[in-house]
Structure formats: C-alpha cells, structure tokens
C-alpha cells in the first residue's frame, strides 16, 4: 500500500495575544440583578439548597446559576416559615406567607448571540490586520479571572474574583501540504462563551469547528489570523470556575475521501468468562482471555464514492498481541457521510486493568481506501488506549472489580489549584491523582463537569476509579459530547447525569420534566457505550425510588438515612455519592469568624454534613451509620479532596476559597488528612501515627493572655491560647489529637508518659495536657506489645512521631514539594516544578506559627504572569498559593505570606532553545526565595529540550 497525507495534528497553544475588554461589568451579582421583591411570600416548585446558610449566601447561590430566577430564604428561629433554609430555582406560584425573604428575576440571563461575521467596524479587535503588538503575548491555557483582584463586591459564590470579557489572538502559518484537505479548529475547554468562530456556550465540554470553507492560506509566508472572544460574565455554576482558553486548542488536518471522525473509535472490551479470571496477586495482575469489540466511524467530506478497507491492531507493552489479522471493507457513498465498521477481535490471557495493575492496551486502527485501484492508500491511522476489566454492583455487597470486593474511597474534586485557577498543565494531573492515593483513595469523582482529559488519561495510568459527571441535566448534547470522548478510559466505572439543584430542568427535580430529561441522557450513555459495563448514576436522593431511572442510586449526604433507603430500595445497588463536607484549616486550632479561619481539628461540618468520623465510621451508631461499617454501601466520594475557590462555607467574606478540602488548595496537608491515611490505608504493620496540635503555645501571661496577643502575630512564634487550648484552673490546658489505624497509643510529654488508651475504630484518641514547652511523642503499639517504659526506647513499637517546641523563624528552605519538578524542567512551554518553602528555626524545625513575607525570584527577576520572552527567559513564576483561605495576595504574585510556616511557588517553563552545553548556565534557572531578617535559600532546576509530541503552530 501506498500513504497519503492523513491525519496530521497541530498545537496551537503558543504565542496567543491577550487583553482584557475592559468595557464589561466586573460583578455579575449586583443589586440589580433581582429586581422583583418577593418577601413575605413563598413560592412552589423550589429546590433546597442546604449549603446556603444566611440570606446572603442563599441569593449568591441563585445569582451564580443563571437557570436560578427566584432566591428564598427562611431565617428560622421561630419565624413563620418554619426552620431555617434556602430555597432556589424557577417557581411555579407564589402565595403570601410571612417571614420569608427573597427577590426574583424575570427571566433567565440571556447569552449573547454570536455574530456570524466580523464587523470590524464595531469591533477592530478581530479584523486581521489589526495592531496588536501591544497586547500581552502569552500561552494557553490560560484562565484570565484569576489574575484579577480580590473584591468584597464580587460574586462570594465564585471566590469574589470579579468575572469579565477577553480577546484572544493568534497569528499562524499552515504548511502548504495541508491544502485541499479537510481542516478542523478543536478546543478542548473554554470558559464560557467563544465569538466569532462560531458559537459555543459549554464552559467544561471539548468542541469542534469545520474550517475548511474559511479563508485559509497555506505556505510558510502566509499568515493566518484567529480570534476569540471570550465572555465569562455569566457562569453557569455556583463556584469558581475562571475564565478564557484554559485548556488546549488543536487544528487537524484530514484526508477529505476518509477520516476517522471525532472520538469515532470505540474500544470496549468484556472477559469471556467471569469464572474463570485468575486473580490478582501481590506480584501479578489478575487475568483472562477476553474480547474486544472494536468499533470506527468513517467519515467522508469530499462527496465522492469511496471504497476502503479497515485494518484493526491491538498492542500490549508495544508488542501485538496476536498475529492474526483484523480487517473490515467499507464503503461509502458519495450521498452519505459515514459508515462504521466493527469487529471482534480475541485478546488471550488478558491482563486486567486494576487500582494495583492500571495495565494498558492500544487499539490502532488504520483506514485504507481503493484511490488507484490497483493498490490501497492509507490515508488515517489513530491508537486508541483502553484496558480490559470487569466491574460489578451489587445490592447487598457493593462494588466489585475482577472478581475482587473492594470499598470505593473517593474524593469529589473541582478542577482549579493555587496560583494557576482551573488553566492547569498536563503535568499536574498526575500529581492530584497521586494526592489522592497517598490517603488510601481510589476514586475520583469529576465535579461536576466533564474533566480535562488529561486527568482520565492519569487515572488510567495510576489506577484510580473515576465516577464521570455531566454539568447539567438536559444537555444532552453535552453528555454526548461526554460519553463519547470518555468511553474508552477503563478508570471510568460510573457515568453521572447530574448533581443536586443542576439536576432539575426547571419544574422540580422530581417532575417528570427532569425524569424524562434524566432517561434521556441515561439513553444516550448507553446507545454511546452499550458494553462497557458502567451504571449510570446521579448525586441526587430524590431519584433514590424503588422505580428510580438509575441503576447505581447515588445517596447525598443522608448518613443517617443509609439503612432506611437500602430497606427502601433492596434491589438497587447504592453509593454514597457525595459526603461529609468536613471544615477545616490547617494549623488552626480555633474557629474565627472575623478572620474566617475553622479549626483543624475533625469537629466541625456544616447542617448537612458530618465529619470524617460520623460519614466515614459511623462513631456514633446507629444514627451515624458511616460508609465504612454498611456492607451495601459500595464507597463514598468526600467533598472535597482539595479545597477550591470559591464556597467559602461556613463564613463569608474574607473567605475567598473553601475549607472542605482534606488538602488545602496549594496541596498541603490538612491535619484531617490523617484520619483517611490511617482509615482508608491501614497498614497495621505500619500504622499511619499522627499528633496534633503544634507546640507553640503562649503562657507568659496566663491571667492577660487574650488581651496580649492576636492570632497570626508577626511578632512572636507562639500562638495565642484559645479554641482547643484553655485555661482550666489557672493552667494553659492543651487538648491533643491522635489520629492512627494502630491498636494502642502512648503519649509522652518531655519524657513522662500521658498514659496508653486504646484506639476505637475509626476514631481518635485524645487527651488534656498540661501544657510546657518540649517535646511531645507519641508511640503506636499492637495490644500484645509491651509498653514503652520509664521513658527508654524499645523496638516493641509499631510507629513514632513527635511535635516539639520550637524557636522563632530563623531561615527558609526551599525544595521541590511532591517531586513536580524533581527532573527539572521540560522547555515544552507548560511543564511545571513545584517550589515547597518552610520557615525554619535556629535548629532547622518549620515554625507552624510563622508568616513572614516571602519572595520568590528567577535568576534575581521577579518575573510575574505569564508573559515570558520565549527568546531569553528559561522559566517564569505562574502562581503562588500557601492555603490561607483568606489571603488575598493576587494568585500571581511572585510575593506572598508562609501560611503556618509554608508556602508553594509555581515555576513555569518557556519555549526557549536550550543550547548543547552549559557552560553558559542556559540549562537551569536558579529560584531563589527570601524574607526580610531571614536567612534566605536557593534552588536551581535544570531545564531540557523534550520533543513534543504534535507538531506547533
């Protein structure tokens, strides 16, 4: 056979201009946006939205969901209107009834309609020959709204950034080669609405536009000229989801007789027989022969007659996996467009893609047609990753993979991050995936949108679980969009139609609008991926019916309801879609309204959640039934795994961000996150041992010791006594933490021992100590084991850890945090290390108290933004973060305060060449960090030349 030019594939992601439109509204809640005065009335057809827990709250929940037009809320406390709530959505009828608060809008926010054309006269900004040279030159993805500054003013729901429009333009040449042929502009992500090309209005979903018919130039001198025009004004969700091009941007080029068409390759596989897989061992994957039904859309744009041939291959550790060969003719007439082909094909003796063997397989699929008709041309040719697996759901033991019982230990997470918003690198995706494995989690859960798919591309290469959500419930186009790009990913086992409020189409969740919206999207799922094996699901208790239109119900919350629903509904299996929403901060050991800040310790959860302990353990049964001890209950997703933008639950301004996460939002740990390290891990050999509080504690003045000092003082290294410290009796009295899977702790303070207690399952252990500065140890112990006594080291322990005193800040220490970067640093443009910077004392301790000023800096440049010059600069600081979610340092900032002693800086690479040697020291960037009356520190990260793997524009 002969080859044609086929598929060919472009970036274009480098060297766009940028500049806001500053002629837009900065706030989109303002006090017009509900102009109809509702109060002293209540209406009908509303949903609860439990989160919301003040009037202010309840209004900016409406105001960010542009479906919202009526916002209620009953203040509770003996009002009329019963028990404090909220209430939103669109009402049926509304009747007098004292005591409720609320306002209305008419209708809902209307989107601009695009125009088809470029009026340059109106708008200069997308003429071609427009000047702008002056504009900021940066890549994507990019996410504009998090650059902004921080307003009391702006939306609280969305993390008071204030949203806004923005040009985007990118001038490029298209080889001449690619003429005649059928091109395509694919973006995978923009938030929220693009002009001018065409249209599209779904800020999580991936789109595509035909090009071919524009007036394209071809050849190396011809410059072609793209604009964008983004409008994120009106987000469609109630938490942070930024703004612009924030995830890439393609041009294909196809061959216009035959092409495979966008996601036209369906690699569904099934073992031949459950009873006999081999299971997975300690050293080897499970196994089974199997088969994989192969399936490709063919397209054809050139209206001719085309006759072909399909040619199947599969790979496994790049090697065939068997030698027979898998072909299927195709024609298609020049009347039609497309024409599938599908084949069998046998995988002997396959190896399972499980969490502890995430084993890959390639499907390539190549596409030949009958030009000469003496011989075969290939004209396309796409590998598809895919892996064999079998998933179960039962009603009365959960969830099953490859024959194997196992607990789903999941996290619901949002997609934005310190520093960068929701325009993450590639690269960081697998380093959120490993967070999540290092509690002992197996899933993920995408909320509440279709993810980048470069997460599900590190979900399959590290064995994690993933529950796949659709934004909204009739978008049926979107869940199209959804399945079709997902189905091949083994890691997806459950495919979502929706989440809470977003499941309802405007008459209620439970009216049969919204059910038959809801089957609909459930019919597409399974037209789209008829054998992969996956439930559809929702997070959603109101579809929890014994005629419910799902097959996994999926519980909100509701612990206490788990044995009432299964009685309820015994045939269907269940899961715990979304539960506990936790609250806390790290290091903070008290609550503080005004400076919004909870405590770390597992007490505290909204009205509707529960704390680790009560949703995860059950503590106190049986009301507190708890995920871990029901049988039935296949696993749970926590919300949140990270904390994210936006929902600053329980307070209000100055919060920017949630305290739901079990990491903060720049990655650090929370104290809470032990509890799932030693609950979902438990290593009884090695048992996870965790003490808290941190041992700074202030006692020069017990009796003025309030009035002496404020929290987060820049003065001193010991923290005022307050929240878990007390005074009892005139003594600062500390209130101590374990967390630990072991069966035994033994706590020590300066040597003397507190006492042993024995660990109840899935809880903690506490004791009230005398507070002195030192040193307290803790040591873990199985229940045979002889104690640690008179204060001499023995080998009887199963684990040690210790929290000492320490002395003011001295020095900082900067290092790669979670190996992001540990390799330096790829010139692709998008590769990124993670800068971890401690404040230390004289004897090398990170001082949990400190917050001096720090700043980063890239060979002695403050570089902010991106807006690198890719000729001369190696690296520039994208963001930095520290998990205060009441700082309201600019994300960009090359300057920010340690948070509890820590900081994270976010280092970027360019595009420039790298040069053979380096004696020059142009194959490294030295990051410096520093802060005044501090010993400073230095890191230097090599920087290499990658070849990317698609060619770019």
């Given at each position: ?8 594939v ?13 002629t837009?509204?900065a706030f ?27 009037s ?15 916002w ?13 709530a909220?209430w939103?959505?669109?009402?049926t ?8 608060q ?5 209708t ?7 125009p088809?054309?470029?009026?340059i ?15 900021r ?15 009391e003013?702006a939306?609280m ?11 985007y ?9 690619a ?5 395509f502009l694919?973006?995978?992500g ?5 002009l001018y090309?065409g ?39 109630w ?31 099934n073992?031949?027989n ?14 089974a022969?199997?088969?994989l ?8 744009t ?6 072909g041939?399909?040619?199947?291959k ?8 068997n ?6 003719e195709?024609s ?17 003796t ?10 890959l397989?390639v499907?390539?699929?190549?596409v030949m047609?009958?030009?000469?008709q003496?011989e075969?041309?290939l004209?396309?040719s ?9 998933i179960?759901?039962d ?8 024959g ?8 619901a ?9 929701v325009?993450l ?13 290092e509690l ?5 859960r995408?909320?509440h ?6 997460l ?36 997806i086992?459950i495919?979502s ?10 008459n ?17 799922y ?24 799902l097959d996994?119900?999926?519980y ?10 299964h ?26 309204e ?13 009205s509707?959640g529960?704390?680790?302990?009560q ?12 995920i ?16 994210y ?14 305290h739901?996460g079990?990491?903060d ?25 965790y003490v ?20 987060h ?14 005074i ?5 009295t500390?209130?101590v933490?374990?967390?630990s ?18 660990m ?8 009230d100590?005398p ?9 873990a ?6 104690n ?32 992001v ?8 443009g ?12 004289n004897?090398g ?35 930095t ?14 300057t ?5 002693g ?7 690479s360019?595009?420039?060449t790298?040069?053979d ?14 802060a ?15 070849s990317?793997?698609f060619?770019?524009?």
């Open positions: 056979f002969s080859e044609s030019l086929g598929r060919t472009y970036n274009l992601d480098l060297n766009w201009k940028f500049q806001l439109d500053n837009t509204t989109n809640c303002s006090e017009d946006t509900f102009p109809n005065n509702l109060d002293d009335q209540q209406c009908f057809g509303l949903t609860n939205i439990p989160y919301a827990d003040s202010e709250s309840c209004r900016e929940s409406c105001c960010g969901d542009n479906s919202c037009l009526i209620q809320w009953c203040e509770g406390g003996g009002s009329d209107c019963g028990d404090a909220c939103t959505g669109v009402s009828s509304c009747t007098v009834s004292n005591g409720w609320g306002e209305g809008r008419d809902q926010p209307p989107s601009p309609a695009p088809t054309e470029c009026n006269t109106e708008t200069p900004e997308c003429g071609i020959d427009f000047d702008d040279s002056n504009w030159q940066l890549n994507v993805p990019h996410d504009f709204v998090v650059e902004g500054t921080f307003n003013d939306d729901s969305h993390g008071y950034l204030p949203y806004g429009k923005a040009y333009r990118k001038s490029f040449s298209i080889p001449q080669d003429q005649d042929n059928t091109i694919d973006f995978d923009v938030m929220e609405r693009v090309i249209s599209h209005d779904f800020g999580y979903t991936p789109f595509r536009f035909d090009v071919t018919s524009a007036d394209l130039v071809f050849g190396d001198d011809a410059l072609n000229v793209l604009v964008v025009y983004v409008d994120a004004t009106n987000p469609d969700s938490w942070y989801d930024g703004g612009g091009i924030y995830r890439h941007v393609w041009l294909e080029v196809a061959n216009p007789n035959a092409h495979i068409a966008k996601y036209g390759v369906y690699a569904s596989s073992v031949v459950e009873n006999e897989i081999i299971p997975q061992t300690d050293t080897s994957s499970a196994s022969d199997a088969m039904f192969a399936s490709v859309e063919v397209e054809n050139a209206n001719t007659d085309v006759n041939v399909v040619y199947f599969v790979f496994f550790n790049e090697q065939t996996v030698s027979e060969e898998y072909s299927e195709f298609i007439l020049s009347s039609d467009t497309k024409s599938t082909v599908s084949l069998n094909i046998s995988i002997p396959a190896q399972l893609w499980s969490i502890e063997y995430p084993n397989y499907l390539q699929t190549n047609i009958d030009q000469d003496d075969l041309t004209v396309d796409v590998n598809t990753t895919f892996g064999v697996r079998v179960k759901f009603n009365d033991t959960g969830f099953y993979l490859n194997m019982n196992v607990k789903i230990n999941g996290c997470n949002h997609q934005d991050f310190a520093g960068l918003g325009a690198p590639d690269t960081l995706q697998d380093f959120r995936v490993k967070k999540m494995q002992g989690g197996n899933a993920w995408t909320a949108n279709a993810p980048t798919e470069a599900l591309d590190s979900t399959d290469r590290l064995g994690m679980l993933v529950w796949d959500e659709n934004h909204r419930n009739g978008q049926n186009s979107q869940a199209e969009v959804l399945v079709l790009r997902d189905r091949n990913h083994p890691s086992i495919w139609i929706c989440n809470e409020v977003l499941c309802d189409t405007g209620g969740i439970s009216s049969p609008a919204s059910l038959l919206s809801a089957q609909e999207i459930k019919d597409i399974e037209f789209y991926d008829p054998t992969g094996q996956r439930p559809v699901s929702a997070n959603q208790n109101e579809w929890v019916t014994q005629n419910s239109v996994l119900l999926g909100d919350y509701a612990t206490d309801n788990y044995d009432r629903y009685n309820r509904t015994p045939t269907f299996p269940a899961i715990s879609s979304e539960t506990s929403s936790a609250v806390s901060d790290r290091s903070e050991y008290a609550n503080n005004t400076t919004g800040h909870v405590t770390g310790y597992d007490t505290e959860a909204p509707w529960q704390t680790a302990e949703a995860w353990g059950g503590i106190d049964e049986p009301d507190e039934q708890g871990l001890t029901r049988d039935f209950m296949s696993g749970g997703f926590v919300w949140t795994g990270f904390d933008k936006g929902e600053p639950t329980p307070y209000q301004w100055p919060d920017i961000n949630s739901f079990i990491y939002i720049a990655g650090f740990d929370e104290d809470r996150c032990y509890w799932y390290r030693a609950w979902w891990k438990q290593h009884p050999d090695a048992p996870t041992l808290f509080p941190h041992w700074n504690w202030d006692t020069t003045d017990v009796n003025d010791l309030v009035a002496k000092q404020t929290s003082s820049h003065s001193s290294h010991l923290n005022k006594c307050e929240g878990m410290c007390r009892v009796k005139g003594v600062v500390v209130e933490w374990v967390f899977e072991a069966p035994q702790v033994e706590l020590f303070l300066n040597g003397d021992s507190l006492g042993t207690q024995n109840p399952m899935y809880g903690h252990l506490s004791w100590v507070y002195t500065p030192g040193i307290l140890e803790a040591y112990y199985n229940n045979n084991n002889n640690k006594v008179d204060g001499d080291e023995t080998d009887d322990y199963l684990s040690y850890t210790k929290v000492e005193t320490t002395n003011e800040p001295y020095s900082l220490k900067a290092s790669i945090k979670d190996d970067g540990i390799d330096g640093l790829s010139n692709d998008s590769d990124v290390a993670f800068i971890q910077v401690q404040v230390l004392d004897e301790r990170v001082v949990p108290t400190a917050n001096n000023i720090i700043t980063f800096m890239i060979d002695e440049n403050q570089n902010q933004l991106n807006t690198e010059n890719t000729d001369t600069e190696r690296a520039f600081i994208a963001g973060g520290n998990g205060d979610p009441s700082d309201h340092t600019n994300d960009k900032s090359p920010r305060p340690a948070y509890h820590l900081v994270l800086g976010i280092i970027q360019t595009t420039t790298i040069s040697d380096d004696d020059d020291g142009s194959n490294s960037v030295v990051v410096s960090v520093s005044d009356g501090l010993v400073g520190d230095s890191l230097e990260l090599s920087i290499h030349s990658t990317f793997k060619s770019r524009l």
